[in-house]
């Protein structure tokens, strides 16, 4: 007997952002983003609450992926968020703040959507452009023929991810040992098309950090016994190599649904086995001298090639596959028939290394553009948290291949594109306003919600109450301490600015970034010799913030124009 | 999905670190008072004495609790020892720390500062260290020591002062100084120099004990008092923990060189390390001593230095057994059936021929990565009659290859299967399962077998020989244990394979034992491979506190970014405002390593009250203060403590004080992850519960959480 039972009708809200708890939830999760952002900020515990991993961290890729997020909104926001940073890596808290505050301070407004939508893109596509034009004043070309920019911007990346828990020195360690494993992913005969290679990292953990190294070429971790035992075997020179992605365990491929009947006396193990053997005579008299198979090889197999003087290693795992293929040119082989000569590769040499007390092969290929990174870090929770921002850093620098350019850090970016955009909305508004749809009062209102969105993104960088100012020559990004003094005593208590290419012995004079004041035309050429000099700068990677930008500001309008919510409940 | 802010006005994390950091309070130093740790609802307890097992025991399902977990193995996985350090740190600084945001210390300036000022006191404490070279160099005069010592293993040979003199010893059990901690010895007369954090009234004593008449009162009174420790790690105590060396031996000791000279006598350098576990270091000593004559007699050892291999280390625990039992071996050391001994007893005495199988020894074995397809059936062609079970069939297999290689003997690192055991066993053939890694390595060094994962593998090439089986002790039958098992050693010309029998009496202890026994092996290890150690007995940990004040009276170093993390670097206002915060947070985290020590004086019975201890270091830092520089105050001190070649006034012999040593990096580390979790914590301000783990919590503990 079937049963019938009545679908459920479908649950339709209106206006979604006009209720108290998705404003509530919005709320909290600006609260979570906010407060990791940028070198002070703080960390936080992700666990399940039920004993098991715990994972420190204030970055938006391990954050937003563990959080469980219910309300359509916010899957909207962090699914776009991590969309971006599948595509760029870094900028992630970025986006989701920009994104909150700006819902959050064009709703203030009042205004309708539509017209906050089309403003915003208007505001969007005038900061892009001149992000994009030469006249932009935050930017920095990047001399790859020089280390300093790019040291400059890795170290930026590390100090901004406080749980991995480096010191001063060990910033510096790490991030030249990220330049230099970028730099070994450069193919040195490069022609129009660059094809980068790939950087692979091997856990150290429990090592110190200062142990962390980088090799050209792939490691293979093994046992110390199964080192002792195939060492010996070595030849020297270069080693002809055969490379599996089947299994030459000696078990039945596949035999598919049904039962297969065998007589008595028959026994398929061996006939497989016979196969194998059939297999190691041939790589033998191809003179192949280096085995290596994905999954397992039969014992029988691997005593064979081993009096045959053959290093067979097995179980490497499907994640090195791909690399090895590429380092050592060969195809991988997927079945047990007769080999192809094609599908044989070559390595330089094999030698075996050892880092703290794990064993490793290194493969030494003839010219490849694949490399070892390994990274060491005290516990888990830390060298996870590593690992990623290793992941970021190396992306960037490949991001910054393609657009040789730098954003300024430090907060300075978000102040002095909010003062450009002020000015020039105050000055020339016509080049908005001909499009029609909206008066100049809207303009204004939307404007200024855009820079002060910009502005408390800034202002997120300070989590110990410190006041943030702003200069009104350069509009870049200041901090002083809460109850400082009167303004006259500022350039005393000041250094530099947040990216750290100003100081203050400039005649520069200074306003709370919070207060309102005047439109002010910007100097935009920045100085060279403080570009070349500087050593330790703040910076951002131009692609992702950019995209970021845009991601943020796109987010926010979809999130806006949203106006039912419809749930099927069934 | 709930989310809570851990750290209104109290943190809660570094609440939690600092609770849970007491209960390892009394692992610090030499005297490791043990825990029974009951489970309530089982009503099983175990006994333990040592952090990672006692982490491993409590319940730490919190965020917090998993984080020091995981810091502790993480630790004890790399170096096995320093644990209680860390355990010890991050309960001393996590309230340092928390005093530090009462005075309204910005966390990022707290983390920065104390970052520094941990990295420098790491990097200054190198003036503490003592070379340790040509350790086996020396071994060929050395190894008549046996005979100049008695220094039988099983027995504490520091103990055995000369019969004829004054010294008096009470109780000569020191294995059991944790059990017993009424170890007391007298104070010789002529050893009255205070060493470091001595007493203050005892020191007093000392002055006055110069006439031989006073000696007696001054000696009940110490005694009787409170324990004495020898050999601590952490206090030396002068005068009751000398060894009579004849002169040669140690000469360089001799000299009154205030500047650390190095130590190069392998004896010297366990005997340092051992801190207070003479037992278990006796044992390491002799097992790298007997690896190095094994080594040595390797044709080509002479061009390559000898390297302490930790790996060819194997213990076989034998509870139930006295503790004279104890004791090291070239070999291996198993356990094998009762029912095996007139087997042994047959091939003893004889070279035997060997096979090592990697896996197990059944018959459904297959090598790891083979699977078994499942829908694959037999079919019998004709109709027979099925005599034999395949087992049998298999095993009949198995021993017609043994009888054709003229095989005796079966390693296997699985398990084994009854029958065949059973079976070899009536062919006077033995399989032994169950066996390590590196002694199947070893014997396949040693025996020239080749390991293979099936019998039918087998050939002429893969086999063994020259292995001798025989039992552990000549008097085979009282080493029984509880599960009617003895003890067999099996043994190769040159094996690269050391067994250390551990033996206890008290069947809760065996654990205990082997723990103790891998933590000297590794402090032995550690020391040999870095080749330097540091001087001991908390002579690193003063030097990090004075270091700190040190510091905090100097202004900081222009230039001096590199090791103070991003702090420096930035435009921050925390940067400027660093130099207001910086002497505060140093002076806290330099009360770590004052909590540090005056916990062990008190562990260690130097001290009767905390507030005594405490005044003592004190007045010590002082001086320090005083001298301007505080290692060269430290060595002075130690060369005071170790110089004078101190005639005994009975032998006319010199005596001295064994130093005592700490190894570096491991020590080094244990601090830096201590901070590290510590400061990992501080800067964590909530706490994310992911999934749906909050859904079980009832709405009270759901309180002050925060959904999404």
């Not at chain 1, 598919?256 to 007589?263: I, L």
């Not at chain 2, 278990?280 to 690896?291: G, I, K, T």
Request: hydrophobic content about 40%; overall charge neutral.
């Amino acid at each position: 007997m079937s049963r019938l039972e009545a679908k459920k009708p479908s649950l339709c809200k209106k206006e979604p952002l006009t209720s108290e708890r998705v404003r509530a939830t919005l709320c909290v999760l600006k609260g979570i983003v906010t407060s990791c952002y940028g070198p002070s900020g703080r960390l936080k515990q992700l666990h399940n609450g039920l004993g098991g991993y715990v994972c420190t961290t204030s970055q938006s890729s391990a954050l937003l992926s563990k959080l469980s997020v219910t309300h359509p909104i916010l899957k909207i926001l962090t699914t776009s968020v991590q969309n971006h940073v599948t595509c760029f890596s870094d900028c992630g808290l970025f986006t989701t703040i920009l994104c909150c505050n700006l819902i959050e301070h064009v709703q203030r407004t009042g205004l309708t959507p539509t017209t906050i939508i089309k403003l915003n893109k208007h505001l969007l596509s005038l900061c892009t452009s001149y992000l994009k034009s030469e006249a932009c004043g935050c930017r920095i070309p990047v001399d790859f023929s020089r280390t300093q920019i790019l040291l400059c911007l890795v170290r930026s990346i590390l100090t901004s991810k406080p749980a991995c828990m480096l010191s001063g020195k060990e910033i510096d360690h790490i991030g030249a040992l990220i330049l230099r494993a970028f730099l070994l992913t450069i193919p040195e005969n490069a022609e129009d098309h660059i094809i980068l290679g790939k950087s692979i990292i091997v856990p150290l953990k429990g090592q110190r950090v200062i142990e962390s190294t980088v090799l050209p070429g792939i490691l293979i971790e093994i046992s110390e016994v199964q080192l002792i035992r195939l060492l010996p075997a070595k030849k020297p020179g270069p080693l002809k190599v055969a490379l599996f992605r089947t299994s030459l365990s000696g078990d039945l491929s596949d035999t598919g649904e049904g039962t297969v009947v065998v007589s008595d006396g028959v026994s398929l193990e061996n006939a497989v086995l016979d196969l194998l053997i059939n297999l190691g005579k041939q790589l033998v008299s191809d003179h192949v001298d280096l085995v290596l198979c994905q999954k397992v090889i039969h014992p029988s197999l691997k005593r064979f090639f081993s009096t045959h003087r053959v290093i067979a290693i097995d179980r490497i795992g499907v994640t090195l596959m791909e690399p090895l293929s590429k380092a050592t040119g060969t195809q991988p082989i997927g079945a047990l028939g007769a080999i192809s000569p094609s599908s044989y590769g070559s390595v330089e040499d094999l030698c075996s290394a050892k880092f703290g007390s794990k064993h490793f092969f290194h493969l030494v290929p003839n010219e490849s553009t694949i490399c070892s990174l390994l990274l060491g870090n005290r516990n888990d929770t830390a060298w996870d948290e590593l690992k990623l921002t290793c992941q970021t850093a190396v992306h960037v620098l490949q991001l910054t291949i393609k657009e040789p350019w730098v954003l300024l850090g430090g907060g300075c970016t978000e102040t002095h594109l909010a003062a450009y955009i002020r000015y020039k909305i105050h000055n020339e508004p016509e080049s908005i306003l001909k499009d029609g749809g909206c008066t100049q009062t809207e303009l204004q209102l939307i404007a200024e919600a855009f820079c002060s969105t910009l502005e408390s993104l800034a202002g997120s960088l300070e989590h110990d109450g410190g006041e943030i100012l702003t200069d009104m020559k350069y509009g870049h990004f200041w901090s002083v301490q809460a109850d400082s003094p009167s303004p006259v005593n500022w350039p005393g208590l000041l250094s530099r600015c947040g990216c750290g290419i100003y100081n203050s012995q400039e005649e520069l004079s200074w306003c709370f970034l919070r207060s309102t004041h005047h439109p002010f035309a910007l100097e935009t050429c920045l100085p060279h010799e403080a570009v070349g000099s500087a050593n330790n700068l703040t910076l951002d990677c131009f692609t992702a913030k950019l995209g970021g930008l845009q991601a943020a500001v796109e987010t926010a309008n979809l999130i806006l124009d949203l106006s039912y919510v419809i749930e099927d409940k069934n | 999905m709930a989310c809570r802010v851990i750290n209104k006005r109290r943190h809660a994390g570094l609440q939690q670190l600092s609770s849970f950091a007491e209960t390892g309070r009394t692992f610090l130093g030499p005297v490791k008072l043990s825990k029974f740790i009951i489970d309530e609802e089982s009503h099983e307890s175990i006994l333990i004495s040592s952090t990672v097992r006692l982490l491993e025991s409590l319940d730490l399902t919190s965020a917090v609790g998993q984080l020091l977990h995981e810091t502790v193995q993480a630790q004890h996985n790399t170096y096995r020892t320093g644990t209680s350090t860390l355990l010890f740190l991050v309960g001393a600084w996590s309230s340092a720390v928390e005093e530090c945001l009462h005075l309204g210390v910005p966390i990022p300036v707290i983390a920065s500062v104390m970052s520094e000022g941990l990295s420098s006191c790491s990097e200054e404490v190198v003036s503490l260290q003592v070379p340790v070279s040509n350790i086996f160099d020396d071994m060929d005069n050395t190894k008549t020591f046996s005979e100049l010592e008695p220094f039988s293993v099983g027995l504490c040979p520091f103990l055995q002062g000369p019969s004829n003199t004054h010294w008096i010893q009470e109780d000569c059990d020191l294995r059991d100084v944790r059990s017993q901690p009424r170890t007391v010895f007298s104070l010789s007369a002529s050893a009255v120099k205070s060493p470091k954090f001595f007493k203050p009234q005892v020191k007093v004593e000392a002055d006055q004990n110069t006439s031989q008449t006073l000696k007696t009162s001054v000696l009940a009174d110490t005694c009787h008092r409170r324990s004495v420790l020898i050999h601590s790690r952490h206090f030396n105590r002068r005068g009751n923990n000398q060894i009579n060396k004849p002169d040669g031996v140690l000469e360089h000791h001799g000299a009154a060189t205030p500047k650390t000279s190095g130590c190069n006598s392998l004896l010297e350098l366990a005997v340092g390390l051992s801190h207070g576990d003479h037992s278990s270091m006796n044992l390491v000593e002799a097992a790298a001593r007997l690896q190095w004559q094994s080594a040595r007699v390797q044709p080509g050892s002479r061009t390559v230095p000898f390297t302490f291999d930790i790996s060819r280390i194997y213990t076989c625990c034998l509870p139930g057994l006295p503790e004279t039992f104890s004791c090291v071996c070239p070999g291996y050391i198993t356990l094998i059936s009762m029912s095996s001994s007139t087997l042994v007893r047959e091939l003893q005495n004889q070279p035997v021929r060997v096979v090592l199988i990697e896996g197990d020894l059944t018959e459904n074995y297959r090598h790891l990565g083979f699977n078994k397809s499942t829908n694959v059936r037999t079919v019998l062609d004709s109709v027979k009659l099925q005599e034999d079970t395949s087992e049998e069939l298999w095993a009949n297999h198995v021993l017609q290859v043994l009888s054709q290689f003229d095989v005796n003997l079966v390693l296997v690192q699985g398990n084994v299967s009854e029958y065949l055991v059973e079976k070899c066993r009536q062919s006077k053939r033995l399989v032994i399962g169950s066996v390590t890694d590196s002694a199947m390595q070893a014997f396949a060094e040693a025996a020239g077998a080749v390991q293979v994962a099936y019998m039918t593998q087998v050939n002429e090439g893969c086999v063994g020989r020259g292995v001798f089986v025989t039992f552990w002790r000549s008097s085979s039958l009282d080493i029984v244990d509880g599960n009617n098992r003895m003890a067999i050693l099996l043994k190769a010309e040159g094996i690269r394979l050391v067994t250390a029998v551990l033996t206890s009496p008290v069947t809760a202890q065996m654990q205990t034992k082997e723990d103790r026994f891998w933590t000297c092996a590794y402090r032995l290890f550690h020391a040999l491979k870095e080749k330097r150690v540091f001087l001991g007995g908390g002579a690193v940990e003063f030097f990090c506190l004075s270091h700190l004040h040190v510091l905090a009276e100097q202004s900081p170093k222009k230039g001096n970014h590199a090791c103070s993390g991003w702090l420096h670097n930035t435009s921050s206002w925390l940067a400027s405002s660093l130099a207001i915060y910086r002497p505060t947070v140093l002076k806290f985290l330099a009360n770590g390593w004052h909590k540090y020590l005056s916990a062990l004086m008190c562990n260690t019975a130097i001290s009767s009250s905390e507030f005594e201890a405490s005044t003592c270091i004190q007045t010590h830092l002082q001086n320090a203060m005083d001298s301007g520089s505080p290692s060269s105050y430290i060595l002075n001190e130690y060369s005071k403590l170790n110089s004078g070649i101190v005639n005994s006034g009975i032998s006319g012999k010199p005596e001295k004080i064994p130093r005592v040593y700490d190894i570096v990096t491991p020590k080094i580390e244990a601090w830096r992850r201590a901070l590290d979790l510590v400061l990992l914590v501080l800067q964590t301000d909530s706490e994310v519960i992911t999934g749906l783990g909050h859904t079980q919590k009832s709405p009270q503990e759901l309180e002050g959480y925060l959904f999404l």
